[in-house]
């Protein structure tokens, strides 16, 4: 029997790309801002229990990682987008027997990095990253509200709750319809590109790049080959600095554009950001080279 899979927040950068992996064998729903806001708790436990999915995949989030930091309004709106929403749509997974897939970050990650000689963060490094049972530590105040939407499911998993929590990191591919969907740092740089010869980019802030199509499919076969429930570091494999990634762009595209190496205080941001925030996936397959995939997002 095909699978009926509910895809909120589909027209994200992630959102776009799962309607097109679930479409290949399942009946997809597909609920944008118009169709639902996730944060009315009793609109959309109605609108489930309507439609009575088998998967509920929430692709939804408030993503503006330096807004949130500074004005409270936005913090209070990112707390119940990433937070208290995800409960809601927990309590409505258990009502109706659904499985629920969320997506997290590996900024639930990294405040240790930020410390000074810290011993528990040179084992972490030593281990290849963080793995999906260390213990988060968030650096900011998205990762903050991340945070929290992970406890929601967390704590329900003793309640009946079927669920996938996979976190992911530095997305990148087709941009999102949506308004809020944000260009990736590749495509900003390549338009940067179209009017310098030359560009900084940061040489640290070592994490992990992932192709939402890759993503997408990952979350399918999570799904498709009954996966135990729990949380999963999905990440492309490889990690790297803003600079390398820059230069790898470049060679790939076969531009001659020069990336200068400069250090995280050249551009200031409101909100911190991790100096280390590796995802090691111990639990799942591991995804091709981010190089590869970035080769075919380039077309190369
Ligand atoms: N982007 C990254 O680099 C990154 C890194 C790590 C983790 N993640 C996580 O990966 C997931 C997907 O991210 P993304 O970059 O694809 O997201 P995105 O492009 O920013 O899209 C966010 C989506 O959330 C929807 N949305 C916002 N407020 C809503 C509300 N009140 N009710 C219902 N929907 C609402 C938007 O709806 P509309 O379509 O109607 O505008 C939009 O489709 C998120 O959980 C994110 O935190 C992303």
């Given at each position: 029997?095909?699978?009926?899979?509910?895809?909120?927040?589909?027209?994200?950068?992630?959102?776009?790309?799962?309607?097109?992996?679930?479409?290949?064998?399942?009946?997809?729903?597909?609920?944008?801002?118009?169709?639902?806001?996730?944060?009315?708790?009793?609109?959309?436990?109605?609108?489930?229990?309507?439609?009575?999915?088998?998967?509920?995949?929430?692709?939804?989030?408030?993503?503006?990682?330096?807004?949130?930091?500074?004005?409270?309004?936005?913090?209070?709106?990112?707390?119940?987008?990433?937070?208290?929403?995800?409960?809601?749509?927990?309590?409505?997974?258990?009502?109706?027997?659904?499985?629920?897939?969320?997506?997290?970050?590996?900024?639930?990650?990294?405040?240790?990095?930020?410390?000074?000689?810290?011993?528990?963060?040179?084992?972490?490094?030593?281990?290849?990253?963080?793995?999906?049972?260390?213990?988060?530590?968030?650096?900011?105040?998205?990762?903050?509200?991340?945070?929290?939407?992970?406890?929601?499911?967390?704590?329900?998993?003793?309640?009946?709750?079927?669920?996938?929590?996979?976190?992911?990191?530095?997305?990148?591919?087709?941009?999102?319809?949506?308004?809020?969907?944000?260009?990736?740092?590749?495509?900003?740089?390549l338009?940067?590109s179209?009017?310098?010869?030359?560009?900084?980019?940061?040489?640290?802030?070592?994490?992990?790049?992932?192709?939402?199509?890759?993503?997408?499919?990952?979350?399918?076969?999570?799904?498709?080959?009954?996966?135990?429930?729990?949380?999963?570091?999905?990440?492309?494999?490889?990690?790297?600095?803003?600079?390398?990634?820059?230069?790898?762009l470049f060679k790939i595209a076969g531009l001659?554009v020069?990336?200068?190496?400069?250090?995280?205080?050249?551009?200031?941001?409101?909100?911190?950001?991790?100096?280390?925030?590796?995802?090691?996936?111990?639990?799942?397959?591991?995804?091709?080279?981010?190089?590869?995939?970035?080769?075919?997002?380039l077309?190369k």
């Amino acid at each position: 029997m095909r699978k009926k899979i509910l895809i909120l927040g589909a027209k994200g950068s992630l959102g776009g790309q799962l309607i097109k992996i679930f479409n290949a064998d399942c009946e997809v729903v597909v609920w944008g801002r118009g169709e639902i806001d996730i944060t009315d708790n009793e609109l959309i436990l109605k609108k489930i229990k309507d439609v009575k999915p088998d998967v509920i995949i929430n692709a939804a989030a408030y993503n503006a990682v330096d807004r949130c930091e500074t004005d409270e309004q936005e913090f209070e709106l990112a707390k119940k987008l990433n937070g208290d929403a995800v409960g809601f749509l927990a309590q409505a997974a258990i009502e109706v027997g659904a499985i629920l897939v969320h997506y997290s970050t590996d900024y639930v990650f990294g405040g240790i990095a930020n410390e000074a000689n810290n011993e528990r963060m040179k084992q972490i490094k030593k281990q290849g990253g963080f793995k999906e049972d260390d213990k988060p530590c968030p650096v900011n105040k998205y990762g903050e509200t991340k945070l929290m939407g992970e406890q929601e499911i967390i704590k329900r998993s003793g309640q009946g709750l079927k669920w996938y929590l996979i976190r992911t990191s530095k997305l990148f591919g087709p941009k999102g319809e949506s308004e809020l969907a944000k260009p990736s740092f590749f495509d900003v740089i390549l338009q940067l590109s179209k009017k310098r010869d030359c560009i900084d980019a940061v040489n640290g802030e070592m994490s992990c790049f992932t192709y939402t199509i890759d993503l997408a499919k990952a979350t399918k076969k999570l799904i498709d080959e009954n996966y135990g429930y729990g949380i999963y570091n999905i990440i492309n494999s490889g990690s790297c600095t803003w600079y390398e990634a820059a230069a790898e762009l470049f060679k790939i595209a076969g531009l001659n554009v020069k990336v200068n190496r400069v250090s995280a205080d050249k551009f200031p941001r409101p909100a911190k950001r991790p100096k280390y925030s590796v995802l090691q996936n111990t639990k799942f397959e591991q995804l091709r080279s981010w190089k590869e995939a970035l080769r075919e997002y380039l077309g190369k």
